[in-house]
């Protein structure tokens, strides 16, 4: 993976000063934008425990870092994310499954909660397949734009799961509880365009033309009056940010419970045997 | 009507041991789905006062059977349904409308709080026209499907009424407060592409396949894992069940108000005038 | 402006003993509907200090009117409103600055709020561009109709400015957070069909017959049942109203800071400097 890094760092060598290495991700900062990537395309960008971790450390500084004043998260290669790596589940010895789940939870939960009090514009910049947790938490986005070879799917429901992100509350309010409930529930994988008639998205952009068509905005977004932008945001978010929290705490104690039902350990194993044979 | 069940119940003649009948209603079972449907066709459907105290019983019930897992609602005949059967209001004696408005206030309220508090998928399955109260309980549905026959109407205003269902709470959450009050105040019908469009439905299909396969999805969701669905469910309605049990009040007093009105009573008799002049 | 508002007044002859007169606005009655323009064409209908103080006494006044059951905005010429008068802030004695500031949020909520209190059905008919308050006050309308001709934008970031009209409150629930902020906070301008499509606007109609489509629409629904109307007006808004209350009075706030900050200062003399260069 740390090849994988220094390959993007490398590939815009004039930020490449500024950029930081994590395991999976990438993080580049260009004037006032901090760009996240999930750099892990040998794995679909799958997000392992560690970068959870990482991933709230680095919100959680940038939050109080004055010198960023917009974040853009996109991914490295053809898939934007493909959530949560279902390899953190494995090999857990059956006696650690009740501390795991826990600390799994609590680990979602501070990176979820990462994304709900982070105080200055947050935008998705989604380049291909997004999958699960990296779906689920756009609805805490500020804006999102996609090129035409995204597409956002959750299924948790065949994993036995239940949806997180406060998707739950989000994606209702978004989408309507119509279409909500038929992507977080009954799994219904969104094309951009479907994404973008259902308000996930804003714009959506063709993919050859995406990276300097939505990045260049993204970048001009970041001299716009910082004052402003992080004020409205917070008009907007006052009212509900008590409400996420509470989503997001609900949210997670019900998947500590799931990972530790019979119901969810069946399903997965289905899933990788299902997997297996094909 | 009974033939009419009988009809339904014989088309599909694998499941006639479990199917029930009820007076403009059948139901039936396969596998953990249950499906509901408005089985007046002679009548496009409409709801009668008996139908209504049958639908609450039939949902209060299925909540609490274990083998029911997922409920799908659908009409037979070309209409899905054509709302409240306006001859409930017809032939009752002066002297007894304040007890009948507010005995149909009572049974409307129950009506709508079993769907309120329904707490396994529900999926409306938009065979045909839909109108009145049988429209605005779908923002109450976790999902709906259409066929593109199906159109959505809820002429309240034209009758001297006001909205019920929840819907003056669900429909400006699902499509905005502009279409909201364009569908419910100024009785705009909307098509299944349009009611797709503002997010009311989920997806459309042609309506020589809807059948199989709408049907056919909704018979495939009835097998996932049954707790995260219900989980689910409960994760999403839990910040609004409160909220949705005091709407639903307000608004049946509203309309015991209503169908006492002198405005009410007027607009009434002006429709079944134009309508026994065509 | 004033020979603005007779041109108008004389191209509807009939209903001109009801006009009324106002600077740079023409109020009309027709039957039980009132129509309100904004006409100052020569300054793409700009709205000066003494018509947000005219505009909330009109309508608090026909909100007691009896007489009115219906109120319907619009623009005279190409234009429907280009927002506040950018003049409203010209020429201020810098050690004024602080009054006048506190003056004009004054001034604005109590503009906002006869919006947000206003108990009759209140329809936005969009006949060309609309910008700032303008379109963000029409997230307190009920239904909005637009002319293919209009467009909307707010360019509150680029002025140093936050969002208004509780449209910090209202377009998130309307279009979904992703595209809220798009519009709020990153200028996007959306074409009459985009806002259509994210269910700000309700319908839309060719330039060529907006006039007479969806004004004679407006009309029609002037002479349905009032009480109706109204009651369903107050169960759409009785949760929402003292959220919208507090939300503007919190972005008024933020305004009057904003207004006096050096950030607001220095994008509003960068806005002319780049105007008068073209």
Known sequence: KQSGAQTEASSSSDQSAQGQA?????VKKDGHLMTIAFNRPKKYNAITTKMYADLTEILNTAAKDDSVRLVAFTGVGSYYCSGNDLNNFMGVDPSDISKIAKES????????????NFPKPLIGLINGPAIG??????GLFDTVYASDKATFSTPFTVL??????????TFPRIMGNSKATDVLMFNRKLTAAEAEKCNLVSQVFPSESFETEAFEKVKEYSSLPPQSMRYQKDLV???????LHKVNKMEC?????RWQSQECMEAIVNFFTRKSKL
Chains 1, 2, 3 share one sequence.
């Open 105 to 116: 939870g609590s680990l979602l939960e501070n990176f979820v909660g990462a994304f709900i």
């Open 160 to 169: 036995g799961q239940t949806p997180e992100g406060c998707s739950s509350f």
């Open 133 to 138: 947790i990296s779906v689920t938490v756009l």
């Open 237 to 243: 978010r006052t009212f509900d940010r008590e409400q």
């Open 22 to 26: 994590y395991d999976g991700l990438s």
């Open 253 to 257: 104690e019900r998947l500590v419970e």
